[in-house]
T-cell receptor, first 113, second 120 residues
């Protein structure tokens, strides 16, 4: 049974470029989460979807960040334009129901030069 | 807002010994979940153990157990018979048990992590 799939695993880009991170949740899961991990701020929630609808985007840093979930099996996190301070590991997680655990993907390490 | 604090940035233990990682949290809610996640060098976040706040009995998973003190808002992780494969960052996390799909309800709030080293 495949877990949460994220691509790419590593991304290096130059400041000002558009970056798109992708996530495929576990089949059947109805909640999807995007987290960011940095040394300074630790792990923090960026946005949370339930049944493909964004519920809590209070953690999205600014307008340069956007996330979509066009269907139950795919989500994207886009940064446009990217800045060096966006360098971090971005995790996607999914969950079935409201009380179960979240399963994390392997993360995407983003480096913005 | 809920906060989670891990006061030990680093810990080390001899292989086969026991180590305890500390975690405290702050919340005004009475019903919630607490978790310990392990993050090895591969970066994968792995759930180690989970505790429901309404349960008085401490959760155990093989060599891993917790000491949950609700009144003190303390949630420590004990690893018995430490193994080299236990070396990792360990994160304590909190989640509200409030049902429903509203802002803040479902997110995990993480501590800053404790780096655990196992000495052979």
């Amino acid at each position: 049974d495949a877990g949460v799939i994220q691509s790419p695993r590593h991304e290096v880009t130059e400041m000002g470029q558009e970056v798109t991170l992708r996530c495929k949740p576990i089949s059947g899961h109805n909640s999807l989460f995007w987290y960011r991990q940095t040394m300074m701020r630790g792990l923090e929630l960026l946005i949370y979807f339930n049944n493909n609808v964004p519920i809590d985007d209070s953690g999205m840093p600014e307008d340069r960040f956007s996330a979509k979930m066009p269907n139950a099996s795919f989500s994207t996190l886009k940064i446009q334009p990217s800045e060096p301070r966006d360098s971090a590991v971005y995790f996607c997680a999914s969950r079935l129901g409201a009380i179960n655990e979240q399963f994390f993907g392997p993360g995407t390490r983003l480096t913005v030069l | 807002a809920q906060t989670v604090t891990q006061s030990q940035p680093e810990m080390s233990v001899q292989e086969a010994e026991t180590v305890t990682l500390s975690c405290t949290y702050d919340t005004s809610e009475s019903d919630y979940y607490l978790f310990w996640y392990k993050q090895p060098p591969s970066r994968q976040m792995i759930l180690v153990i989970r505790q429901e706040a309404y349960k008085q009995q401490n959760a155990t998973e093989n060599r891993f157990s917790v000491n949950f003190q609700k009144a003190a808002k303390s949630f420590s992780l004990k690893i018995s018979d430490s193994q080299l494969g236990d070396a990792a960052m360990y994160f304590c996390a909190y989640r509200s048990a409030r049902l429903g799909v509203f802002q803040g309800a479902q997110k995990l709030v993480f501590g800053q992590g404790t780096r655990l080293t196992i000495n052979p």
